[in-house]
C-alpha cells in the first residue's frame, strides 16, 4: 500500500547552525540520517505542532500538515534569532506512506511513531508520478486511528492542549533525556507527577462532530472529538468518566 500524503507540506532548514536550532525548540532529539516525531510547545508546554523530521547530513526536511504550515513558518522565523540558519518552503518535495520500504525516495524510514505505521517517503517532486499509489489518505488515516495515533490540525487544535493529553508521549514524540527545549520544564514536571486527566479513544458512529468540537452526553461535557474517518474516529475523554466515575 503506498499512499501520496497530498495533506502534508516540507520545510526545508539548513545553514550550519540548523541542527543545534531544531533542538533547541523541538522536544525530540534528531537522528541523523534518519526520521524523527517531534512537536513544538508553548512556554507553558502546550502543542502548537507536531511534524516529522528528515535529517541529512547538511539539511533538515521538516514534514507538518499543510494546514499548520503558515504558524510553523512563522514560530521558526521567530526563534531562530541570530543563528545561522535558512527556512523555506520546499514545494520540490512531496510525502508518501508505505507499508514497506520503497526504492527510488530521497529518503525512506519507519515511521517513528509506531511500526503499523510502516514507512514515510521523502520523494523529489518530478519522480513522484512513478510511484504506484494503490491508496487514499482515508486508508492511512482509518489505519492510524486503529492506533490511537493522533496528528495536530486533525485531532489535536494548536495551542490547546498537553502533550500528555493525546499521549504523544507513547508515540515517540518527548525525548526526557535531552537539553533544553522549548516548554521541557512543564513537560518534564507533569511527567514525574504522573497524572493524566484524560485519554484518547476510538469512537464508533455516523453523524460525529467535527474535530475540535465538544462531546456531549445528556448534556455535559465529555470530551473533544477528534478525526473520524468511514464511523470511526478518536476522542479525547475525560479519564474519570472512563473508569466511571461521575
Known sequence: MIIELTNRSILLVDGIDAG??????TTNSIKQNGLTYSAILT????????FFIFAQEEWFAIDCNTA???????????YKLS?????????????????????????CYADPRSSAMGYRLLVNRGSAASFLVDASIDDYDCKRIEHFIPEVC???????????DYGLDFI???DFNKGCYIGQEV????KYRKKRCKRLCIVKGVGFPKAGEILLLNGSKVGIMGSNVGGVGLALIEIALINGRP
Open 154 to 164: 486533525k485531532d489535536i487544535l494548536p495551542n490547546t492542549h498537553y502533550p500528555f
Open 43 to 50: 512556554p507553558k508546554g502546550i502543542v502548537v505542532n507536531d
Open 68 to 78: 499548520c504550515l503558515e504558524e510553523l513558518v512563522s514560530l521558526l522565523t521567530m
Open 172 to 174: 515517540n514524540c518527548i
Open 83 to 107: 543563528s545561522k540558519v535558512a527556512v523555506r518552503c520546499a514545494d520540490e518535495f512531496v510525502v508518501f506512506s508505505s507499508e514497506n520500504m520503497v526504492d527510488g525516495a530521497l529518503c
Open 187 to 190: 513537560t518534564c514536571m507533569m
Open 20 to 25: 543545534s536550532f531544531l533542538l533547541r525548540v
